[in-house]
Each structure stands twice: as C-alpha cells, then as structure tokens.
C-alpha cells in the first residue's frame, strides 16, 4: 500500500511554454502532499505544502505565481511550472501523507517528474 | 535557522559496516528519517527515529540523541546495490521535513 504516482515521469519543453505535474495517492487518500525539487547531487529541497481543498502553502523563496499548486482532491495534486525557463530545469518530487494518522506522520513519495527545458 | 548535516560522500568495501552521522539544528523536533535514494529515482524509507536509542531493522540501524542532535545511520554486510544517496530528514513541528544535503555511499566489490 501507499503507493503514489506522478506524471509524466519525464518532460521536455520549450522554453516559455507551461507544464503541469501530476501527483496521486494511488490506495490512500492524501490530507496534505508536498513538493520538492532535487537539483543534480543536491538534496530535496521542499517548495510547497498543498492542502485538499486550500490554497497552497510556499516556502520562502518560492513564486507562487510561477509555481501553481492545486489539490482539488484528496487523491490528486497538480504543479504547474508556468513560463518555464531553462533554469527550471529540475527533478520534481511530490509526496503524500493520509488522512489517518500513519506511520510516524510519514510522507510517501512519487518516482519524481524529470523536466528539462531547452 | 535549520541546519541538517551530513558528509558528502563516503566510500565503502563489500560486506564492510559504514555508519553516515548527521547532527542537526531546527526549530522544532518531530522525528528523523533516514531515506534511500538512487539516482533519478524517488527516496525510499528507511528508518525512523522519534525517541532516543537504536533502532534495528534487518541489516539497517539507526540510532538518535536528542540532546546531541545526531543521528548515525548503521550499515552492515554491506552489497554493491546499497551504493546510493542517503538522506537524513527531521520532520519540524509544522510537520515538514528538512533534508540534509544527503551523503553518497559507493560500495566497491
């Protein structure tokens, strides 16, 4: 159990054009999921807590306007890089956490989303 | 201000022991997890710890002190499959998880 996928698991764009991730909670249903991003050899750096049914919440430094969230569901959660840039270019992970209280408040992560904008 | 951290890499033998540490500063305690990570693939779970002492789980320990602010991830009869990334993540009060700058392990044969 508490499987979570993200698609596509890798996008190529151009630069200027919009792409949206998504994140669902496969056999549990998600209160809150998050996103990180992962620079090459870098750690997870986490950009956005996302509430079912709330607006996002953004950590400093983040651009809200530049990274849209939206968690319509308790199942699904969505990242939209807008105007994407070749700077955006990162590995994009999201994780989910239950409604329940399971273990040790942990958080299950999605395969992660490849973007590369050229 | 959060400050997590632990050695950039580290090298070990088949069927060795290697113990990654990390020390931590944050504002707010809720637990730390050790995770796996493979390149270009998400991190896995590997351990928890929320209270102080050791915690064993097949060939993989890890160990807490609270007062310290250190952890050490333990592990033994290592393979050639468990070279990766190893990150430490304490989960803050806000129930956030602050990563650490991750510690790369390559096992040679």
């Known amino acids: 159990g508490a499987v979570v996928s993200q698609h596509p698991s890798r996008v190529i764009c151009k630069s200027g054009t919009s792409v949206k991730i998504e994140c669902r909670s496969l056999?549990?249903?998600?209160?809150?999921m998050f996103w990180y991003r992962q620079f090459p050899k870098k750690s997870l750096m986490l950009m956005a807590t996302?509430?079912?049914?709330?607006?996002?919440?953004?950590e400093q430094g983040v651009e809200k306007d530049k990274f849209l969230i939206n968690h319509a569901s308790l199942t699904l959660s969505t990242l939209t890089v807008t105007s994407a840039h070749p700077e955006d270019s990162s590995f994009y992970i999201c994780?989910?956490?239950?409604?329940?209280?399971?273990?040790?408040?942990?958080?299950?992560f999605g395969p992660g989303t490849r973007l590369t904008v050229l | 201000g959060q400050n997590i951290d632990q050695p950039t890499e580290m090298t070990a033998t088949e069927g060795a022991i290697v113990q990654i540490n990390c020390t931590y500063q944050?504002?707010?305690?809720?637990?730390l997890f050790w995770y796996q990570q493979h390149a270009g693939e998400a991190p896995t779970f590997l351990s928890y710890?929320?209270?102080?002492g050791l915690e064993e789980k097949g060939r993989f320990s890890s160990f807490l002190s609270r007062s310290k602010g250190y952890s050490y991830l333990l592990l033994k009869e290592l393979q050639m499959k468990d070279s990766a990334s190893y990150l430490c993540?304490?989960?803050?009060?806000?129930?956030?998880?602050?990563f650490g700058t991750g510690t790369r392990l390559q096992v040679f044969p």
């Open positions: 994780s989910a956490r239950g409604v329940e209280d399971r273990l040790y408040n942990e958080q299950f």
């Open positions: 056999d549990f249903q998600a209160t809150t």
């Open positions: 996302s509430n079912e049914g709330s607006k996002a919440t953004y």
């Open positions: 944050t504002s707010g305690f809720n637990g």
């Open positions: 710890n929320v209270l102080d």
């Open positions: 993540a304490v989960c803050s009060l806000a129930d956030k998880l602050i």
